[in-house]
T-cell receptor
Framework: GAGVSQSPSNKVTEKGKDVELRCDPI?????LYWYRQSLGQGLEFLIY????????KSGLPSDRFSAERTGGSVSTLTIQRTQQEDSAVYLC???????????FGPGTRLLVL | GEDVEQSLFLSVREGDSSVINCTYT??????LYWYKQEPGAGLQLLTY?????DMKQDQRLTVLLNKKDKHLSLRIADTQTGDSAIYFC???????????FGTGTRLKVLA
């Protein structure tokens, strides 16, 4: 596609529920990244996918967070048993390859009540 | 690890120049980036500079890099109200694809 797309753009959920956030990278980009932006904070790296390699999950804050990337394209970030502190903007980015310039999607604004 | 710092706020009058500053710790970063985030939107790549350059100009934007002091700045000439946004400086950590972002500088342009 022309740019990175994410869905939904906004998500309100109740504490304890699971949520799934989706990212469609730019066509042909092999690298995909998830970041979290909490209110008033910078961007926090969560997870990185590169081609068929094992993902770098070192930024995931707890085992309630997981992500997968099917067919080397679309990625889904899943948060289980959401907590209020999970409320943030979740940003996805993609790049042509490792170390290349990252292009960001519009983000998903998650609010956990 | 890499650390990137920015001031939090900047306020300028329309038509004036804006200078947003950033300091970083890892001198091995190959590229350094500036992103712009408008309210309710994602991050838009504004410009970047290769680490062996001192300056890069792109229309109203001028990026200055002082490698000795590990200082990066973004100058916006003739600042417009549409430039009001949060500006993020980003630097990849050494030997890594992970960008380290500053906390962002919120630029407010007064009419």
């Amino acid at each position: 596609g022309a740019g990175v797309s994410q869905s939904p753009s906004n998500k309100v959920t109740e504490k304890g529920k699971d949520v799934e956030l989706r990212c469609d990278p730019i066509s042909g980009h092999t690298a995909l990244y998830w970041y979290r932006q909490s209110l008033g904070q910078g961007l926090e790296f969560l997870i990185y996918f590169q081609g068929n390699s094992a993902p770098d999950k070192s930024g995931l804050p707890s085992d309630r967070f997981s992500a997968e990337r099917t067919g080397g394209s679309v990625s889904t970030l899943t948060i289980q048993r959401t907590q209020q502190e999970d409320s943030a903007v979740y940003l996805c980015a993609s790049s042509k390859g490792q170390g290349e310039t990252q292009y960001f999607g519009p983000g998903t604004r998650l609010l956990v009540l | 690890g890499e650390d990137v710092e920015q001031s939090l706020f900047l306020s300028v009058r329309e038509g004036d120049s804006s200078v947003i500053n950033c300091t970083y710790t890892d001198s091995s970063s190959t590229y350094l980036y500036w992103y712009k985030q408008e309210p309710g939107a994602g991050l838009q790549l504004l410009t970047y500079i290769f680490s062996n350059m001192d300056m890069k100009q792109d229309q109203r934007l001028t990026v200055l890099l002082n490698k000795k002091d590990k200082h990066l700045s973004l100058r916006i000439a003739d600042t417009q109200t549409g430039d009001s946004a949060i500006y993020f400086c980003a630097a990849p950590g050494a030997g890594t694809y992970k960008y380290i972002f500053g906390t962002g500088t919120r630029l407010k342009v007064l009419a």
